[in-house]
Structures are given as C-alpha cells and as structure tokens.
C-alpha cells in the first residue's frame, strides 16, 4: 500500500474517523447532549466531501485494483457526504420531537456515508458488497430507531428481512459470475467478456441473480414493494437520506456493473431493464395520485423517479451516464429539500403527514413554501430546473441511442407526476390556513433549504459546468 | 439587443417585485407598471427597427447558453412574430392598469406572476432555438397556474389543475418531437446537433412517417393551446376561474402561441404531413367555429359566453392557417391580432360589472345603458368587432379568412360564414339582455359608469380595434413577406400537385 493509496481513499479514512469521534464524543458529553456528535459529523463529512472532490485526479486504480478513484467516485463521495451533512442538519429538530437522544443515530449515519462511498469506489464486486451492508446494516438500525412506534419497528423489521433477501441475491449472483468468468473485478469481468463468444449458463444466471438484487436495492417494480412501508416508518430524516444518497449509491452500482463491466451482455437485459423502467415509472407515478399522506407520495415519486434513471442505464452510452450523474444530484438537492421542509411540517400539532399540514404555509411561512414551490416544480420537470434539465438529458441520450418508445412514455409519466406534485403546490397556495400552523425553523434549516432551491434553479439554468464536469467523470 | 431587452425588463422587474416590502402595495403597483410599460416602449422600438418587406427574420441574437448540447439564445422577430410581441406588452400594461382596483389580495406575488408570465410569452414568441422555446412555453404555466389557482373564482383549484394537466400532457411530447428534430439537425460550423429554428427548419426533410408523428407531437401541444375541438374543455374553466386580467392574458396571448406555432413549427418544418392534415384540421375547425357559437349562445354567464365565442374564433384562425393560402394565411394572422384586442376588450369589460356587482350571470343584469351609458357605448362597439362589422379590426381578418377559406374548399367557405351569422347572434342578442329595456333589477339602478382607470385601456383597445378596421395595412404589409415564404413549400411543383389531389 502506497501514499498514493492512502490519499485516494482520504475521503473515506475521514469519514470512518468521523464516525468513531462522534461515539466518543457522544460518551464524553455530559447529559447525552447529541448536538456535540452532530457538529462532529457535519464538520467531519464536510471536509470529507471537499476532499473527494479534491483528491480526485485522473482515473488511476488504487489498492490492488480494488478502488476506482477516478471522477465518477469523486462526485460521487462528494454528493453522499453532502446528503449525509444536509441530513444532519435537518436531523436535530426531527429527534427533538420525536423524543429520540442517541448519540449513536450521528455516528450510524456517518457510517452509511462511509458504505455509500465505499460502494461508489469500489472496483470489484467483492468491494461493492461490503460497501452495500456497511450501508445496510446502519440503515437498518436507523430505520428501526423509534422503537415506541409500531411503524417504524414495522419498518425496520421489513427492510431488515428483505434487505438482507436481496442481498442473498446480489451475492448469490456474485458467485455464479465468479463462477463463469472467475474474476469479481469489474474490469476484468468486461474484459473476460469482450473476449468470449458469448456467455455461458453459469454467467448468464449470475446477470440475471444481480439484476434481481439490484432492482431490490433501488426498489424498482415488481421488487418494490418494500419501500413505501419502510420509508413510512423510518424517522423522517432517514427517509430522505435514503431515497437520495441510498438510491444513488445503487445507482452507481448499476451503472459501473451493468451500464460498463457486463455492458457486452446488453442483449440479454435490455429489454428485462426497458420494461423495468416502464412499470417502475408508471406504478410509481399511478399509486402516488392515491396517495393521501405525504410520505408516502414522496415514497412513491421516489420509485417512478428510479423508473426514469433506469431509462439512462438502458440507453448506455457515456452521455446517457453522466445524464443519470446529473440527475442523481439534482434529485438528491429536490427530494432532500422536499423532506426537509416536511420534517418541519410534521410538528404542527399532530405530527401527520397529511396533506392538510400544508394548508397555507405559503402564505403563513413565505420562505419555506417558496423553498417547497421550487423543490415541486423541479420533481414535476419545470423549467429551468434541474429537475427539468435531468429529465431531458436522460431522456435525450436514450432517444439518441434509439429508445424513442422509452422516453416517450417517460415523459407522459411526467405529466401524470405534474398531478401530485401540483397538489402539493395548490395546497399551500391555494387554501386558507386552518388555526395556528406557524412552526419554528430555525435558521441552519432555512439556510439549507435556500440554498438548495437556489442551487436547483442555478445548475437548471446553467447546467453546462455539471454537464460537462459529469462527461469527463464518466468512467 | 431589443428583445433580449424586452424580456428582461419583466423579468429582472418580477425579482424586483419580490424583493419590495410586502406592504408598500403601491410602490409594488408603480414598478410593475413602470415596467410593463418600458416592455411595451421596448416593443415599439422592434416595430420602428422592423424592416418592411423583409420575409426573414430580423433583429437576430444568438448567445452561447448550453454549448454542450448545442442551445443558444438565440432570437429573432419576423412578419409572424413582430404583432404578436407587441400585442403581449401592451396588453401587458392594460392588465396591470385593469388590476389596480380589482387585487388587493397579495398584491407582490401577483405582479411577480404577471410580469415572469409577459417575460415568458414575449420569450416564446421571440425564440429561434427550439430548447429556448420550450423553456419559455413551460415557464408560463408556472405563474399562470398560480394566476387562476390563488386570484381566480369560485372552482379555481379545479380549472388550474386542468388547465396546467392539459398543457403539460402535450407540451411532454412536443418535448420528444424537439428531441427528435434535435437529433436530426446539424449545426455545419461544429457538426454537433443543434436545436437552432432556423437550421432544423432548414434541415428538414423527413420521411412521410416521420412527418406525421413529428407533427402529430408538435400538433397536439398546439392544438391543445389553441384550442381545436375537442381538445378545448379547459379552456371555460381556466376562462371564468381566472381573474379579469388573467382571462385577458389567457385569450389575448396564451391561445396565440398554439397558433403560432402550427405557423412556425408544423407547415414549415413537415409541409407533406401538414397537406395530409388539412382536412382533418380544417374540419376540427369548422366544427369548432359552429359548436362554440351554439355553446355560446345558451351560456348563462356572460365570461362563460365570451370564453366559447373564443373557441368559435379560433376555429377561424386554425381555418385560415390551413387554407394554405396568401389571404386565409393573413387573414388568420390578423385574426389572431384582432381576437386578442377585441375578446381581451370583451373580457375587461365583464369585469367592470363584476366589480361592482360580483355576478356574471345575464339574467342579474338588463337596462344597465341608462345607468351606465359609457360602458353600454364602449361594449357596443367592441362586440360589433367581435362579430366583425365592417370597418372594425374583426371584419378585415374574418373576410380575408373567409377569402382563403373558399378558394380552398368552398363548403369550407360556407359552414365557416355561418359562424358568422351566428356570433352576431349571440353577441348581439346577450347585449340587447344586458343594456336594452327596463332595470329589472333595482339595484342596477344605481350603478356606477365606467371610470377613467377603467375606461383606459379599453379605449386604448376600441382605438385599435377601428384603425385596423380602416387602415389594417401597416399591418399586412409586415406580415406578408413572412407569411409567403412560409407558403412558397407549398407552392413548389410537388406539392402544388397534392394540393390538387386533396380529398376536400
């Protein structure tokens, strides 16, 4: 192991310190006073997320062949320490109410980001997995974290089972690949690939095990079944974090597995991953419409929103992949900022999700329902927004590479989407306020909520910079 | 750098807007104004630079906006265009003066949404890069939405999220017919893909089929806007929820950009589809000029009224545009002017009542002339070019329309003279139960005339509407050469024959 070594992998080294400074911290404390972990964890995955974009050079492999640390892996580092930071932010005045004081809830979350970036770096399967249960395993007890409520016990104990199922699978199909091709290291699986005629039954079983695994892990249709429960029960900070930095973290999976290493085998999953992307988008857009509790529309959203980054994977060309890069960061800055403002939301009085909470925050709370305006119009795909010029980049690169059908019926799914998400929008304009609605926001939270709507709107309408740092990026 | 400017005067205006103290309402009131009417003096300019007799399009800027994927800003203003951009700030500036006294419910946000709607509309009407075109047509929506969804009447909530659904569902595939023409136009000075107008129009030779989807994906977006029968559903709903100046905005402009765009985009880019769809069009049209003016004639409310007499106009331009002729190509041009001056008159004058009575209904009023004789005068004279008198804007664009019509199809030409008999009908006949005969009702007795603040932009607008009835043609002049270079596809040897063999 060089120098070299050790500075590619900086950014995770920072984030594991992180995590074991904020349990001690959280021991050291005096009264179990969390906001000491939280600072730690903040300030820590900050500076390990300006280190990922730093330490980023030309693509060299580190460890042996282990570890990517080339531009894909660095944006990526950098999005999942930023989704971790702004979780943290978002996180204090959510246990407050909740009742929960665990300093261990900082701490766990570090390690999720730690997992993620793992998974984001990782140059084999092998790697990948222990990036994907280091993620699992803290996600699981978070999900499970108010254990005085049925649901979220529910939750976790749902996630738990299944998560570990669909782990089984992506495992099981590591197996048979290693099997068939015996490598685990993506680049010598492509490699094996280029070079046979093609595949064997033992290979072609283990694409079809990942597949399955996959779609578990980004809850894409019939395999979603999951994450509506799961998302609902899980504490509301948990749930965003999950459907952002998660979803992400698979994705990059998807992408350097399918969309590069098994990209030769296309024939044989294409069309699988293609109808993939139509029900998951379709189902998950549909069952939004009925949706009478906001988490779960979100939850919902969250799967139709995986339904057309999968159409990017489809497409497979490098364009269709630093399209699903730019998505998966305008989403991560939407859906963060949507659940952000409805953590606040939850503590008017009754502590529910339904669409009632949001009855005149316009009016009553100015900057909090313009914040949630622009996160909405960006979900629909408004422009000039990032929302909008994801969509269209996904959707521009797979009718470029010939998936007309496929974008088309994307786009009709997001005009169906425009319905809820507008709802949300004539709810908080459009109805009178009923009794005293203001809750506090303090200022952190505001702060974070701004700049992500302002963010949103800046890389939507000047979205070169990112268009073009993504290309390069593209492994 | 004039329409740049007029597009960023409302739009730096709105931000402007937003950053004033909530409370100083009228110092919200007199930037908007300010601003809108810097537009509208904006838009003069254009008019003064516009060189007459030129067929292309003028006054271009081109920016580099998106480089990676070949978007500019680029704009430009031809014979097409030139009206419709001055008829956007000036019924920009009448809007906000009609507003004064009838908002007063979050005033800031209001002017914010008007002034970000005029910036997107001028952007539509001045784009010549299909990314920024598609950019502009949605950003409307968003302060349109608000518009009807938080000033608007009774249904509000309803008629918003219809009229948002039905735009959006077309617009998304007009997104994939962009997409596509995208994919096939080739910027010559870097051979990259590019979504310059001008190039993709230039560039477009597609195969039959591909011509029938492609227009079908532009032309449902644009039908929808327009809006053809029976895609029209939206719009009484979005018409009488919305508030005086919205509805004004809603006809005077937004259902321009649908016939605008069968102008810009579908005959110039897929002139074979757009001969396979004349009849079919044609015929939407003509059911769309007869069933708007029966609807309208048994309409209770009097914007409801106004609001189907809109659909039986816009049968008339969608009519003349696919006459494929000089005269129904001007005439529907024209026609597109003079709707948005005399329905958008027609629209502010309900108001006027509506403000002091809170009814629409017809039956609520009757022999209001004698206690409000101005406004029964200015009514009057607008509903005379509504119907198309003579000497008024309505008659010069309905009788070339109908000109265009009969050398096309004389059947065409007759059901289309029929609407109108029919809009005499029922304009006339809802002025006879408002204005004529006895106060039924004693509280219209005393009713307040029309006031100066609100007399003003309608006068502005009966001025209009009879120095086009007299004099329309520094208008036409302007208009021609664009309209004729549109029609020279069509009257190449190949598809002079196709015209011939038409199933009229």
Redesign the interface.
């Known amino acids: 192991m060089s120098l070299n070594d050790l500075l590619g992998i900086l950014p995770e080294l920072v984030v594991v310190f992180t995590a074991l400074l904020a349990i001690v911290v959280d021991i050291a404390a005096k009264e179990r006073n969390v906001s000491a972990s939280q600072g730690v964890v903040v300030f820590g995955l900050g500076i390990a997320g300006v280190l990922s974009i730093f330490a980023a050079t030309d693509a060299e492999m580190l460890l042996y062949g282990q570890v990517f640390n080339d531009g894909f892996a660095a944006w990526f580092r950098a999005l999942f320490a930023f989704v971790g930071v702004l979780t943290a932010i978002f996180s204090p005045i959510y246990l407050k109410f909740r009742h929960i004081r665990l300093g261990e809830y900082y701490a766990l979350l570090a390690m999720c980001v730690f997992g993620m970036m793992v998974m984001a770096s990782a140059a084999s399967l092998l790697l990948f997995f222990v990036g994907l249960e280091t993620m699992s395993i803290s996600l699981y007890v978070l999900v499970g974290l108010r254990r005085d409520d049925p649901a979220s016990v529910e939750g976790g104990m749902k996630y738990l089972v299944l998560g570990a199922f669909s782990s089984a699978f992506l495992l099981y199909g590591m197996a048979l690949i290693y099997g068939g091709i015996g490598s685990l290291e993506y680049n010598v699986i492509a490699q094996t690939l280029r070079e046979s005629e093609g595949i064997g039954p033992m290979t072609a079983s283990g694409i079809a095990l990942l597949l399955v695994g996959f779609a578990f892990k980004i809850s894409a249709v019939p395999f979603h079944f999951w994450s509506p429960d799961v998302y609902e029960g899980a504490p509301t900070t948990i749930t965003a974090f999950m459907s952002t930095g998660a979803k992400a973290a698979a994705f990059i999976g998807l992408i350097r597995v399918f969309g590069q290493s098994l990209a030769t085998t296309s024939e044989h999953w294409v069309t699988a991953l293609s109808a993939v992307a139509v029900v998951t988008m379709t189902v998950g857009n549909v069952v939004a419409l009925r949706q009478q509790n906001l988490k779960r529309m979100l939850a919902y959203s969250s799967i139709a929103h995986a339904g057309y980054l999968l159409v990017g994977i489809v497409a497979g060309s490098r364009e269709a992949f630093a399209a699903s890069g730019y998505y998966l960061i305008g989403y991560a800055l939407m859906n963060l900022g949507a659940f952000g403002v409805l953590i606040l939301l939850n503590q008017r009085g009754k502590g529910d999700y339904s669409f009632d909470a949001l009855k005149g925050m316009g009016t009553v709370h100015p900057v909090l329902g313009l914040t949630m305006a622009v996160f909405m119009l960006s979900l629909i795909g408004i422009p000039p927004t990032a929302g909008f010029f994801g969509k269209l980049y996904v959707f521009s690169a797979a009718i470029k590479e010939g998936h007309l059908l496929l974008a088309i019926i994307g786009l009709l799914n997001s005009a169906i989407a425009a319905y809820y998400y507008l709802r949300v929008i004539s709810t908080m304009y459009m109805s009178k306020p009923e009794g005293d609605v203001t809750v506090p926001q303090p200022f952190g939270y505001k702060a974070a909520l701004a700049i992500s709507s302002i963010l949103i709107i800046v890389i939507g309408m000047f979205p070169d910079q990112l268009v073009e740092a993504m290309l390069r990026a593209v492994p | 750098m004039l329409l740049t400017l007029s597009i960023a005067i409302p739009a730096i205006a709105s931000l402007l807007v937003l950053l004033l103290p909530r409370t100083s309402i009228s110092l919200i009131r007199w930037t908007s104004l300010g601003a809108s009417v810097a537009a509208f003096i904006v838009s003069l300019a254009i008019y003064a630079n516009f060189q007459v007799g030129e067929a292309g399009f003028q006054m271009v800027e081109k920016l580099a906006w ?4 070949g978007a500019d800003w680029h704009l430009g203003v031809d014979g097409i265009s030139l009206f419709l951009i001055i008829l956007t700030t000036l019924l920009t500036v009448l809007c906000i003066i009609a507003s004064w006294n009838s908002i007063h419910e ?1 005033v800031q946000e209001y002017h914010f949404f008007f002034l970000l709607l005029e910036a997107g509309m001028i952007g539509v009407f001045a784009a010549l890069d299909l990314f920024v075109f ?2 502009m047509w ?2 409307m ?2 302060p349109m ?2 518009l009807i ?2 000033w608007g009447g009774k249904n ?2 309803y008629a ?2 219809k009229f ?2 039905f735009t ?2 077309g617009s ?2 007009m ?2 017919g962009i ?2 023409v ?2 096939n136009t080739v910027d010559p000075a870097t051979g990259a893909h590019t979504f310059n107008l001008l190039l993709a129009t230039e560039q477009a030779k597609y195969a039959l089929d591909v011509q029938r989807w492609l227009f079908l994906a532009f032309g449902l977006a644009f039908a929808i806007k327009v809006p053809l029968f029976p895609l029209h559903t939206w719009l009484p709903d979005a018409h009488t929820e919305a508030p005086t100046a919205g509805s004004v905005i809603l006809a005077g402009v937004l259902l321009k950009m649908g016939t605008y765009g069968f102008l810009r985009f579908c005959l110039p880019m897929f002139p074979q589809a757009t001969l396979e769809f004349v009849p079919w069009i044609s015929w939407l049209a003509l059911i769309g000029i007869v069933y708007g003016a029966l609807v309208a004639m048994v309409q209770k409310d009097m914007k409801k009224l106004v609001a189907y007499s809109s659909v039986a106009h816009l049968g008339f331009v969608m009519l003349g545009t696919f006459a494929l002729n000089q005269q129904g190509l001007t005439g529907s041009l024209l026609q597109q002017i003079n709707h948005g001056i005399s329905t958008g008159a027609l629209f502010l004058l309900v108001g006027v009542v509506y403000e002091r009575r809170h009814t629409r209904i017809i039956a609520d009023y009757g022999g209001i002339a004698k206690a409000m004789p101005l406004y029964a005068a200015l009514f009057l004279i607008i509903a005379l070019s509504s119907i198309g008198l003579p000497t008024t804007n309505g008659f010069v664009g309905e009788f070339l329309i109908l000109l265009g019509a009969f050398s096309a199809n004389t059947l065409y030409g007759v059901i289309a003279t029929s609407g109108v008999i029919l809009a005499a009908v029922y304009l006339l006949w809802m002025y006879q139960r408002v204005f004529y005969g006895q106060i039924t009702h004693e509280e219209n007795a005393k009713l307040k005339d029309i006031t100066a603040v609100e007399a003003f932009p309608i006068i502005i607008l009966v001025i209009l509407a009879i120095w086009i009835g007299v004099y329309p043609d520094p208008l036409i002049v302007r208009m021609e050469p664009s309209l004729q270079l549109v029609l020279e596809k069509f009257q190449q040897s190949e598809f002079s024959q196709m015209i011939g063999a038409l199933p009229r």
């Open positions: 998106i480089p990676s994927i979050r598609y950019v949605e950003v929506l968003v939405f608000f969804g938080v509000r909530l918003t999220i948002f659904l959006m569902a998304v595939l997104l994939a997409l596509y995208y994919f």
